[in-house]
């Protein structure tokens, strides 16, 4: 009779449980001590789950340190938080060109914190250059830095770049956007003997311009009220509360987005002086500048009176006030005449005065 001989044969395999932890190995060392799960090889190699990044996103309430390979970005991940970070990416090829770059055109010299982006991809470093004298404060390396803008008109680069080389840049042309020009200032009108109109020219980006009057030409001090006045959007401001016979100057700057331009020329007026003509004669006046139109104030003298009971009376005087226009600079004559002397015989009438 023959025998059956049942052979149980345990085939070895590399699959060591021990309590410390589990070891796969192609050797039958023991697992590390610190270790659940060691996996030893010299010939092989580790391979994650892969998945595109659409199948990573179906994931349902994904635990804290789950780890794929993302197919659609070649990277390594694991989940922490609330949301998948990249480990580490591999690449086929140097990236493509990034996207335009985001960001002021025309900001103000100076201003800090200012942003520059494009759309980035994990697994990708980002080089960026700017123009002389501009400072990047954050984002070494990123799809977003901040800069404080320099004083130079200029071009801000970003060049992409992987494990595969560098890609095409991307640029931007900055053109600084700066204060306003000095404004030209005009004569001044309507003169008065205690006001005038300052008048001046406007200036392309002026949002308001600053009007300062001295009794100085060097702005040493300031007639009050008018110390970097604001006079609004205009080319033109009445200036009151002032003494005949002073001469003013005055001068403008435009407030504009990036600050206060610089200060125009300087422009002198004279209020008038009350004047008074009373010598019999002939007169020579020039019209002071900023001066168009004068008022005349004109008393005719009465006639001289009869003599005794015979003579009648002088003729009454004659006041009127008519007004002049005149070219600043130009001379004008004023002529007084003689007053009528009473006749000194019986029988005559008073002449009319002059």
Request: aromatic residues 8%; charged residues 10%.
């Amino acid at each position: 009779m023959k025998k059956l001989l049942s052979v149980c044969i345990l085939v070895s395999i590399p699959f060591l449980l021990i309590s410390q932890g589990v070891k796969i190995s192609e050797t039958q060392s023991n697992p590390v001590g610190s270790a659940m799960l060691e996996v030893e090889s010299h010939s092989k190699g580790f391979l994650p789950p892969r998945m595109t990044k659409t199948e990573r996103d179906a994931i349902q309430n994904p635990d804290q340190a789950l780890t794929i390979f993302n197919t659609t970005t070649h990277c390594l991940e694991f989940f922490v938080g609330s949301s998948w970070q990249t480990v580490g990416c591999g690449c086929t090829g140097a990236p493509g060109q990034p996207s335009a770059i985001s960001g002021d055109t025309s900001p103000c010299a100076g201003t800090v914190g200012l942003t520059y982006s494009v759309e980035g991809f994990s697994g990708i470093n980002y080089t960026w250059s700017l123009p002389s004298g501009w400072i990047q404060t954050a984002g070494a390396n990123s799809d977003m830095i901040q800069v404080t803008a320099g004083s130079n008109d200029g071009t801000i680069s970003v060049i992409p770049g992987n494990a595969c080389g560098f890609g095409t840049a991307s640029n931007l042309s900055v053109a600084l956007e700066s204060p306003p020009a000095a404004p030209s200032t005009a004569a001044a009108s309507d003169v008065t003997l205690n006001s005038f109109t300052a008048n001046w020219l406007s200036v392309p980006g002026a949002s308001a311009y600053l009007l300062d009057v001295s009794t100085v030409s060097n702005f040493s001090s300031f007639v009050n009220g008018y110390n970097g006045l604001n006079t609004g959007n205009t080319t033109s401001a009445s200036i009151t509360g002032l003494s005949g016979a002073t001469t003013y100057y005055y001068r403008v700057r435009a407030v504009g987005t990036c600050g206060n331009g610089n200060y125009s020329d300087t422009r002198g007026v004279t209020t008038t002086t009350l004047l008074s003509f009373t010598n019999t004669g002939t007169t020579s006046w020039t019209a002071p500048p900023g001066v168009s139109t004068v008022e005349v104030l004109v008393v005719a003298g009465g006639g001289g009176g009869g003599y005794d009971r015979a003579g009648g009376g002088g003729a009454g005087g004659v006041i009127y006030n008519p007004s002049y226009t005149v070219i600043p600079g130009n001379n004008y004559t004023v002529t007084v005449g003689d007053g009528g002397a009473g006749r000194t015989n019986y029988s005559g009438a008073g002449y009319s005065g002059g």
